[in-house]
């Protein structure tokens, strides 16, 4: 059955760096998201991606924060300098009518 | 934007027993999907139910979509049922869902 997969599943970065977080998509899927999850809270919302560009983006999804599809299989999530809020598991979703969500990346940013 | 609430929040259960979640949301949707998050923290997919009722083994879930809630049954539960389970709804099939807090289950044996 396919799946979404994302690497790495855990990342451990400094206060200040830059990190790029991966996600394969399931191969037919159009729409791409990006969640994330701070320990103990619900999942929100981050970015919708859709055609290239993005459709939507949440509050949270701010300068900071990049997304890009770099070939037909890749889609990426980039945080230019983390903070320590950042810490957080970040899911990748891609679907059509029902989203399909990765493992989770776990960023700890110290 | 849409408000989920779920409830129970917390539910410990005896191996064997079964149980009813609820997921009440303050618009319309056209989706609505139930997770499951397992002790790793991955989200697994349980049911894409915007309306009706679906069964899975010991799952099912219903969604009354003019009465803006949706239920999700547990059967016989099991030690590996443990974890939390998500409501997730979105306006549009394409639209991003948006989660509702959360039931934390505890099968004890």
């Known amino acids: 059955e396919p799946e979404v997969t994302q690497t790495p599943s855990h990342q451990v970065t400094q206060m200040g760096q830059e990190v790029i977080l991966r996600c394969v998509p399931i191969?037919?899927?159009?729409?791409f998201y990006w969640y994330r999850q701070i320990l103990g809270q619900k999942v929100e919302f981050l970015v919708s991606f859709y055609n290239n560009e993005i459709s939507e983006k949440s509050e949270i999804f701010d300068d900071q924060f990049s997304v890009e599809r770099p070939d037909g299989s890749n889609f990426t999530l980039k945080i230019r300098s983390t903070k320590l809020e950042d810490s957080a598991m970040y899911f990748c979703a891609s679907g059509g009518h029902e989203q399909y969500f990765g493992p989770g990346t776990r960023l700890t940013v110290t | 934007g849409i408000q989920v609430e779920q409830s129970p929040p917390d539910l410990i259960l005896q191996e064997g027993a079964n149980s009813t979640l609820r997921c009440n949301f303050s618009d319309s949707v056209n989706n609505l999907q139930w997770f499951h998050q397992n002790p790793w923290g991955q989200l697994i997919n349980l049911f894409y139910i915007p309306s009706g009722t679906k069964q899975n083994g010991r799952l099912s879930a219903t969604t009354v979509a003019t009465e803006r809630y949706s239920l999700l049954y547990i059967s016989s539960s099991q030690t590996t049922d443990s974890g939390v389970y998500f409501c997730a709804v979105g306006k549009t099939s394409y639209d991003k869902v948006i989660f509702g807090p959360g039931t934390s289950l505890s099968v004890i044996p």
């Open positions: 191969s037919n899927h159009l729409y």
